[in-house]
């Protein structure tokens, strides 16, 4: 938006100069303002959705659902074991998949990831760091997936320097 900002000026037996120059309105920061997000995340405010069909998706009695996770915030030692669980249940059994920082975990040299069927509809998974270096600080996710929904879970990671 732009503003003509008025100088009026009085000078020595010159009379009332007038100058006009653009003035624009300034913004802090490079955000959209206080407007909703566009993703909504989780149940309405309401507790009601929309329609049938978006209900009948995420209340689907076989659907993926996460049963036991590891706690949000963990703080670890340099150098020492981290270790995240996940056990989620479904029909069909759901697929766990890891992911930092929004891309996906490969299991390497000092990461493992391990994966046990329990019974017809279960999966119990768990990722293993070893060591842990500063690099392995960040937001951990847990997806478990099937035909019928998705769930996940987020773990916060950040490291504590132990003095020996």
Not at 8 to 37: D, H, N, Q, V, W
Not at 138 to 158: H, P, Q, V, W
């Amino acid at each position: 938006m732009q503003v003509k900002c008025l100088l009026i000026c009085i000078g020595l037996g010159l009379g009332l100069l007038m100058l006009t120059a653009p003035f624009t309105e300034a913004r802090r920061g490079r955000g959209r303002g206080r407007t909703k997000s566009r993703v909504q995340i989780g149940l309405p405010i309401t507790g009601k959705y929309r329609d049938p069909e978006s209900d009948q998706y995420y209340n689907n009695n076989n659907g993926a659902k996460i049963l036991q996770a590891s706690h949000f915030d963990l703080e670890y030692v340099l150098g020492h074991k981290i270790a995240f669980l996940c056990v989620a249940k479904g029909n069909p059994r759901p697929h766990i998949t890891w992911y930092k920082d929004g891309a996906e975990i490969y299991q390497h040299l000092y990461m493992h990831v391990h994966e046990w069927t329990i019974g017809d509809d279960r999966v119990k998974s768990k990722i293993e760091i070893d060591p842990a270096t500063q690099m392995d600080a960040g937001l951990y996710e847990c997806t478990a997936d099937n035909m019928y929904s998705i769930d996940r879970r987020s773990f916060k990671t950040d490291f504590s320097i132990a003095f020996d």
